[in-house]
Nanobody
Framework: QVQLVESGGGSVQAGGSLRLSCAASGYTYTPYCMGWFRQAPGEEREGVATISSAGITSYADSVKGRFTISEDNAKNTLYVYLHLNSLKPEDTAMYYC????????????????WGQGTQVTVSS
């Protein structure tokens, strides 16, 4: 059973930066794909960025050039980070970390494990 714990959300002004962190533990095999998703009220969950165990990354067009995903594989715990730069009010959402063991895609259906989420609020 994979446990995911996110941290690092908060409130910032437009143009500011945040770093979200996700600690993944409890796995027998290292997840093949880690992803960050976000969901704003009344909207569908959106795949923001993914990173595979080979370090291959993928980003939504809306965040390319502003967000960066990275990971650090420590003993028994996988840390995944999302660096959010040049934030815009439309980036306001609950951000979720997710782990998957199959295809590395920004489609949420490929991820079987989810964290509780961390809120990011960007004011204009």
């Amino acid at each position: 059973q994979v446990q995911l714990v996110e941290s690092g959300g908060g409130s910032v002004q437009a143009g500011g930066s945040l770093r979200l962190s996700c600690a993944a533990s409890g796995y027998t095999y290292t997840p093949y794909c880690m992803g960050w998703f976000r969901q704003a009220p009344g909207e569908e969950r959106e795949g923001v960025a993914t990173i595979s165990s080979a370090g291959i990354t993928s980003y939504a067009d809306s965040v390319k050039g502003r967000f960066t995903i990275s990971e650090d594989n420590a003993k028994n715990t996988l840390y995944v980070y999302l660096h959010l730069n040049s934030l815009k009010p439309e980036d306001t959402a609950m951000y979720y970390c997710a782990a998957g063991f199959s295809v590395c895609s920004r489609r949420s259906s490929f991820f079987g494990y989810w964290g509780q989420g961390t809120q990011v609020t960007v004011s204009s």
